[in-house]
């Protein structure tokens, strides 16, 4: 059934080179996410003003109209009715199923339903003229080259996320993001509608809902890490009409796009608070958020609370046909609960172990009233806490434990981790990129996800729907910026959630996506291209150091400097390794045809004493942290100041860690120096002590511990004195550091009573 991709993608440029009519111009494009199976056929099939289609309109209303209507606004070719390009009705294929035949003389779509001759259009699409996107094409006839598609996806949920809370966007704008999931056969669009920052979905029974909790007096600048906080003063906000959310669902509909509306509670409900302060435990009056993080205010579990969130989804349940309503569950710190004599006194009157216990009562009893509107809730990993409401599925976003713990109680999860699936965390290590919240997740990361965590048996698999990317908008105010970070992690992910995982390629989705980079400019999407750039790699062989360099695509070349000045086309050509052994300053970049593609890249080295020198940790980092391994940490490399998540950067999930540096020959050492990201909205925590044992030439030890601190900044710097008077000749053969975990996370942090992250830095000796 699999046929060869590779040689059909080869072939595929052959074919654009070999018709030697020069009347015929197959113009070569791309597909993604690439199907199942195609076979490439050495012939063409000609779209003109005689071309007739024919489909039952009864079966395929909205994939045949989808496809007369794309090609006539995109060729102004009409089509007429005939046979040339005919729908058949194949009901052994599975619902999302299809096949494409493209023959000299026919094109025949089969598919089971609509939706599966949706997809078959989608890739007739992706096969045609990328011109037509945009109406551009201004030529009579089309060429389609001929080929045989049998095609079907891997996973059933196949999703895009999009915070409209922190940031608002237009009309347009959501079903532009539609569109990119239709294109990309994506099927499920989570819409996350309510905020701590701004409520944005009209509720008619609650106008203070439109006039107050839509709107913020203000907005942090810049990052919540830089401190002092400072606002623009401006007033934000806005909400979504029924009307408009009827329109973008119908528009959702006529794409098989699915849209789940998140709801949350009990937590980010400050907005809906600052509009009803009786909904809070205290009654006091808050105001809707100016600044970004978790708040204490959350809803209080009264009957007033619920009759108010029963009023609620009752206007959301009419708005929405799909099956699904999220209700959140996440980040919702108890402090308030604890301190409540009617929250208190529920836990006692329903027997309940604590606040958790309280959360799960409140989504149950939240669950049983959204199934009998004849819905299912999807919530949060948090929602596992304090026991599961019993139709509930789990969204895992905290790394995949939340994902194993559901599907081992038989309950479906859609996968989310924060590893592989937030779009808001940067995408380069370039340092121009623009602000964003931190993190590190390049494309190729995305594109490597696994969406079944490998703890799972045969058995528990089939609870895993599919998984989505995340888009949350703290630092994204513009719908360019929502462009620029989800294009094109949205497209790998499209190919994550499609293909069998044994048949994805990363190489060739870099190809193929060098060539749709067209069809999402015809689409006007602001999308980030980081293909030419330049991926550095220490390498440390036998204690000598080497510098490579790669870039993602193929035909191009690399040329660089290690004096710290700018590449040009004449700078010394890339052809292997680099040795390293002193301080310095790569600049590279991509060359083709003498002209430069891409950024500068730019790497300083430290050649400092313990590079070369072998390391071991005793305990592994967490398999999404693990950047280039201990070696990593004295590889003369330090992290990025903004992307914990680097190959520079080891993140360990609450453990306690020991590192241990073992030198070939003593050394005289004087200074010892690290650091580690301190994002406590990212749950990472620096240590506050780290203790240290040298051992010596002489085979003595020397014990020793700092206390670390001020922890008010992103990174908490280590910097150690080896207090050795210098006539001693201390020779140094190991160096042990000891690194407790900060512990649990507190009260009124972020993540409070989980456990806190370390992410360690490059060990600078020298
Ligand atoms: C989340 O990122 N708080 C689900
Ligand atoms: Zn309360």
């Known amino acids: 059934m699999h046929l060869n991709r590779f040689l059909s993608v080869l072939f595929l440029t052959l074919v654009v080179f070999r018709c030697s009519n020069p009347n015929v111009f197959i113009e070569e494009t791309a597909l993604i996410p690439i199907p199942q199976s195609i076979e490439i056929k050495d012939s063409y099939f000609k779209i003109n003003s005689n071309t007739g289609v024919r489909y039952d309109n009864s079966i395929f209303k909205i994939s045949g109209p989808f496809l007369k209507t794309f090609i006539k606004e995109g060729s102004g070719i009409d089509l007429m009715e005939g046979n040339d390009v005919v729908f058949y009705n194949k009901p052994q294929l599975a619902h999302e199923a299809y096949e494409l035949d493209i023959a000299p003389s026919k094109i025949s779509i089969s598919a089971s339903s609509d939706q599966g001759a949706f997809y078959a259009i989608q890739t007739l699409r992706q096969i045609l003229p990328v011109a037509l996107e945009n109406g551009t094409y201004g030529k009579t006839e089309l060429f389609l080259k001929c080929q045989t598609i049998a095609d ?129 435990c205290t009654g006091n009056n808050v105001e809707v958020a100016t600044k970004w993080g978790v708040f204490e205010e959350i809803y209080c579990p009264k009957e007033s609370t619920f009759q108010f969130l029963e009023d609620v989804i009752d206007e959301v349940v009419a708005l929405f046909p799909g099956k699904y309503i999220h209700i959140g569950g996440d980040e919702a710190p108890k402090t308030r609960w604890k301190n409540c004599s009617h929250c208190q006194q529920l836990i006692k009157e329903k027997d309940l172990k604590d606040e958790h216990g309280l959360q799960s009562y409140f989504i149950a009893r939240m669950e049983r009233y959204i199934n009998s509107k004849g819905k299912q809730i999807i919530g949060w990993d948090e929602i596992l806490e304090g026991g599961l409401a019993p139709n509930a599925t789990v969204m895992s976003w905290r790394g995949t434990e939340g994902a194993v713990a559901a599907a081992r109680q038989h309950h479906n999860v859609v996968m989310t981790p924060t590893s592989h699936c937030y779009f808001d965390y940067y995408q380069s290590e370039n340092d121009e990129e623009p602000l964003a919240i931190g993190g590190f997740l390049p494309l190729e990361k995305v594109y490597q996800f696994n969406p079944i965590p490998e703890e799972l048996t045969e058995g528990e698999r089939k609870y895993v729907l599919g998984a989505q990317g995340n888009v949350w908008t703290e630092y994204m105010p513009t719908e360019s910026q929502v462009e620029y970070m989800a294009f094109p992690r949205m497209l790998a992910m ?114 400092h004493k313990a590079v070369g020198a072998s390391i071991s940790i005793d305990k592994k980092p967490h398999k999404a942290y693990q950047g280039s391994g201990a070696q990593g940490l004295i590889n003369g490399i330090s992290g990025s100041d903004k992307r914990f998540g680097d190959k520079e950067w080891l993140g360990f999930w609450g453990e306690d860690i020991v590192i241990t540096m073992d030198f070939e020959e003593g050394k005289s050492i004087n200074t010892i120096t690290t650091r580690f990201h301190n994002g406590n909205g990212q749950w990472i925590y620096a240590p506050k002590e780290v ?40 020779k140094v053969k190991s160096i042990i550091l000891k690194i407790p975990n900060y512990g649990m996370i507190p009260e009124g942090k972020q993540g409070a009573g989980n456990k806190a992250w370390t992410f360690i830095d490059e060990i600078i000796v020298n």
């Open 152 to 280: 079907a996806p891997q996973f059933e949920y196949r999703g895009m996320h999009l915070d409209v809370g922190r940031h608002m966007y237009s009309v347009d704008f959501i079903k532009k993001y539609i569109d990119a999931l239709a294109l990309l056969k994506m099927n499920t669009f989570h819409w996350h509608l309510t905020e701590d920052q701004g409520w944005r979905i009209e509720i008619k029974k609650y106008p203070k809902l439109q006039e107050v909790a839509a709107y913020r007096k203000e907005t942090l600048v810049g990052h919540y890490n830089d401190q002092p906080h400072q606002f623009d003063g401006e007033s934000y906000g806005g909400f979504y009409t029924q009307e408009q959310i009827k329109d973008i669902v119908a528009y959702a509909q006529e794409r098989f796009v699915t849209i789940i509306p998140e709801i949350e509670m009990p937590g980010h409900s400050q907005a809906a608070i600052a509009a009803y302060p009786q909904l809070g």
């Open 494 to 607: 499209s190919e994550v959630l499609w293909l069998d995982a044994d048949q994805k390629n990363y190489k060739d989705f870099v190809k193929r996506l060098e060539l749709f980079h067209k069809r999402l400019e015809a689409l006007d999407f602001n999308y980030a291209n980081h293909l030419y750039e330049i991926d550095g790699d220490m390498k440390i062989e036998n204690g000598e150091a080497f510098y490579e360099l790669k870039t993602q695509t193929d035909g191009k070349s690399i040329r660089y400097t290690l004096d710290g000045s700018e590449p040009n086309p004449n700078s010394v050509l890339y052809s292997g390794p680099i040795p390293i052994t002193k301080n310095a300053v790569v600049k590279a970049a991509v060359f083709k045809d003498g002209e430069q593609h891409g950024r500068v890249f730019s790497q300083r080295i430290n050649f």
């Open 691 to 730: 203790s240290y044992e040298f051992l010596l030439e002489d085979g003595s030890y020397v014990s020793d511990k700092r206390n670390l601190g001020p922890f008010d900044k992103t990174h908490v710097k280590l910097d150690y004195d080896f207090n050795t008077p210098k006539t001693m000749d201390i």
